[in-house]
């Protein structure tokens, strides 16, 4: 199976983090799929993705003290591999895993996601649970100097042929429950780890060969970030998305920030292979953190983080409870020329950035379209001009028409140059010719 064929365009769907953080249930997820269903699914959004500790019984119990509870209360079966919470997955009880859960998320027409660490439960090396397909046990194939900094849930796994089994045995499990997407942390970087020290640099390869073994095409997403630009061949080879950023919220500094990120990754973006901006923290986020609220971001923020999203043409993954979406929301979400910039045969460069402004082009390569974005990064309402020439692009028309994808004005190339009024931190996005 070619990897790239998993996932022609940046996947796009529904990750419970942002709203629930470790607490989301089957019932939830349930409903933020149905909603997908009626609302998202005819403008692309398509996986729903459940989030990190799905398989912790106390996930958010001592959330006053720990995000992630230490040597939790783990559900798993005979194996050591981690399986869905009963009490908050009720249809995994008996041995199902996600598979009832799955096979509803399809019949939907959606597709179903999950979230893993990188490694081995450290519960099952404590408990020598054996390794299928091998004569070896979990404490064998788990490496205790290999851990994660922020969670205690696993060690890391040995790249030895009875590791590569241990994974192969996930995949296979996954496949048969009917996943179609895993997002897997603690693998694409690490503060305790640098360089070849890092042994997620391997288990990354043996994650991809567990994938091309099961017979399913799964999605491989890379979390956290922000990802080694030295290795993109590496990420790029192995694996369909990796973040680009640590833990992306509703802050305008980190938004702003993001300019660079995609300046950095823009020639790294491929059928199958996408550097990721990470989630959309749009609508409502925060209530397993203790806090719901609605995003900080104003609405001239929101339009801007959608817009370089999809003109460099990252995964949108959606972090709001989707049942409270207000049109307002919803719009920026189905507005399917902006939509369009994603699309397998388009192409997105920076055209110039500087403190105060950025411009993006995006190109289909196979209708010849050019949408232009003119960001002003600044903290005032400015004018903001770019010559036609600087997109070396050719033009029939000396003066060509402009169409504006948020609004839906006309206008024109005065003096071929593309002028604009952009509100602070926010942005135009024009159709040219």
């Not at 490496?143 to 040995?158: E, L, Q």
């Not at 300019?259 to 020639?267: G, M, T, Y």
């Not at 339009?303 to 207000?326: Q, Y």
């Not at 600087?390 to 402009?402: D, N, S, V, Y």
């Amino acid at each position: 199976m070619n990897k790239n064929e998993f996932a022609k365009t940046p996947p796009m769907g529904w990750n419970s983090y942002d709203y629930y953080d470790t607490t989301v249930n089957e019932e939830q997820v349930r409903a933020n799929a149905d909603y997908m269903a009626a609302h998202l699914k005819e403008y692309g959004w398509e996986y729903v993705v459940i989030d990190i500790q799905w398989y912790a019984n106390d996930a958010g119990t001592k959330r006053d003290r720990f995000q992630y509870i230490p040597f939790g209360d783990q559900e798993m079966d005979e194996f050591g591999r981690l399986q869905p919470s009963p009490a908050r997955f009720p249809s995994s009880a008996g041995g199902k895993g996600f598979g009832p859960l799955a096979d509803y998320v399809h019949s939907l027409g959606l597709k179903f996601g999950i979230h893993i660490m990188r490694g081995i439960s450290r519960r099952a090396a404590q408990n020598h649970c054996p390794v299928p397909g091998t004569d070896t046990t979990a404490d064998m194939v788990a490496d205790p100097a290999s851990i994660c900094g922020w969670n205690s849930d696993m060690y890391g796994v040995r790249a030895t042929k009875e590791g590569q089994a241990y994974y192969d045995s996930l995949m296979e499990m996954y496949a048969r429950w009917g996943v179609d997407y895993i997002k897997c942390d603690d693998i694409c970087d690490s503060w305790l780890y640098r360089n070849d020290q890092f042994s997620g640099w391997e288990e990354t390869r043996m994650l991809h060969r567990a994938i091309e073994k099961c017979g399913r095409p799964i999605v491989l997403s890379l979390s956290p970030g922000p990802a080694h630009i030295d290795r993109a061949w590496e990420y790029g080879k192995y694996a369909n998305m990796w973040r680009i950023t640590d833990d992306f919220w509703d802050n305008w500094e980190l938004l702003k920030a993001m300019f660079w990120r995609c300046e950095l990754w823009q020639d790294h973006v491929k059928k199958g292979c996408y550097p990721d901006c990470d989630m959309l923290p749009l609508g409502y986020v925060g209530k397993g953190f203790g806090q719901e609220r609605r995003t900080n971001f104003t609405e001239a923020e929101q339009k801007t983080m959608m817009t370089l999203w999809c003109m460099f043409r990252s995964p949108l993954m959606l972090g709001a409870e989707l049942t409270k979406l207000d049109d307002g929301t919803l719009s920026l979400l189905t507005n399917r020329e902006i939509l369009d910039l994603m699309k397998e045969s388009c192409r997105g460069t920076q055209v110039m950035r500087t403190d105060c402004l950025a411009v993006w082009k995006n190109k289909d390569e196979v209708s010849g379209r050019v949408c232009l974005a003119l960001f002003n990064l600044s903290d005032a309402d400015k004018e903001l001009s770019v010559s036609l020439s600087q997109l070396e692009e050719e033009f029939r028309e000396e003066e060509p028409a402009l169409h504006e994808l948020w609004d839906r004005t006309e206008g024109r190339a005065a003096g071929r140059k593309v002028t604009a009024a952009v509100e602070a931190h926010g942005v135009k996005v024009y159709r040219i010719g």
